[in-house]
């Protein structure tokens, strides 16, 4: 599924998925406007760094601070996900012990 060509991102995730926060919010944030991208999606932890940011340019964006990767995709495809597990619909997988050893 492709990205929406009207949305900026940044950020940093996690292997879970957990968005981090990053450094330059003020400068990326102010490159996006200026390339005419209004919809920027930051991490929620950077909601602090938006008060660099000049207050009209905060009035035209429309931001989305977000902590998840699921957040992200939902605000950045052009279209919803379908037919993805998601965590409440995975299967366990079993795993069985063995003696294999991995050696370096």
Known sequence: VPTRRDVAMTGEITLRGKVLPIGGVKEKVLAAHRAGVNTIILPKDNE???ADIPKPV????????????DEVLELA????L??????QDQVAVETQATDDRVTH
């Open 77 to 80: 495809l052009t279209k919803p």
């Open 58 to 69: 905060l009035d035209v964006l429309d931001l989305h601070l977000v902590e998840s990767m």
């Open 82 to 87: 379908t037919g993805l597990l998601t965590g």
């Open 48 to 50: 602090k760094d938006l």
